[in-house]
């Protein structure tokens, strides 16, 4: 079963608003990773949070979790058209286990 | 998107073919993966390796199988395709202290 679930599944916003998706996920971590894909194409990394962090900034990137209620937010600010893509969130799981278990998206649309 | 490259990028071929999805990394990456991706979206992982001479199954069950005979290569085989075998398949490798590189995909059609 997948251990991240997105939420929304799709969110359509206006260039220059903020979109913020969420991820919940259900065992313990080592790490959250997000993702974005562009359509038909391959998956790109956009940033890492460890466990024991509570938020990371990368450009204009926003990433919290909180590992008390397993759940993770993805902060985009001043969307770009170019922005538009599916974003995943995925978890690596504790211990010695290097495999990734991704969520289901959320498909972004940002509208020019 | 650079450094892992799959090949072919999109494949059309008949039921019951044999065909090799080629997945090359130039990193030196020792741990790399196959995910299937549906048209709903989400990624299942269908096999990985630590290293030369080492592959496991994913938590997807999968027909296909791989090898691992060199490090930068970890290509994925079909002995017998099927139309539920339709979908994209996506190659990753992950490196020290870093988030997973995946290449662009093979999307895999079968008729």
């Known amino acids: 079963s997948q251990q991240g679930e997105e939420d929304p599944q799709a969110l359509s916003i206006q260039e220059g608003e903020n979109a913020t998706m969420n991820c919940s996920y259900k065992t313990s971590i080592n790490n959250l990773q997000w993702y974005r894909q562009n359509s038909g194409r391959g998956l790109v990394h956009l940033i890492l949070i460890r466990s024991n962090e509570r938020e990371k900034h990368s450009g204009r990137l926003r990433v919290t979790l909180d590992t008390s209620k397993k759940s993770s937010s993805l902060l985009i600010t001043a969307s770009r058209a170019a922005d538009t893509a599916s974003y995943f969130c995925?978890?690596?799981?504790?211990?010695?286990?290097?495999?990734?278990?991704f969520g289901k998206g959320t498909l972004l649309t940002v509208n020019p | 998107e650079a450094d892992i490259y799959q090949t072919p990028r999109y494949l059309v071929i008949g039921t019951g073919k044999k065909i090799t999805l080629e997945c090359s990394q130039t990193m030196g990456h020792d741990k790399m993966y196959w995910y299937q991706q549906d048209p709903g979206m989400e990624l299942h992982l269908i096999h990985y390796s630590y290293g030369v001479n080492s592959t496991e199954k994913g938590d997807l069950s999968s027909e296909s199988t791989v090898s691992r005979i060199r490090t930068e290569h970890f290509p994925l085989t079909l002995e017998s395709a099927r139309p539920s075998h339709t979908s994209q398949y996506l190659c990753a490798s992950l490196g020290q202290g870093s988030g997973y590189t995946f290449g662009s995909g093979t999307r895999l059609t079968v008729v």
């Open positions: 995925a978890t690596e799981s504790g211990g010695s286990n290097y495999k990734l278990t």
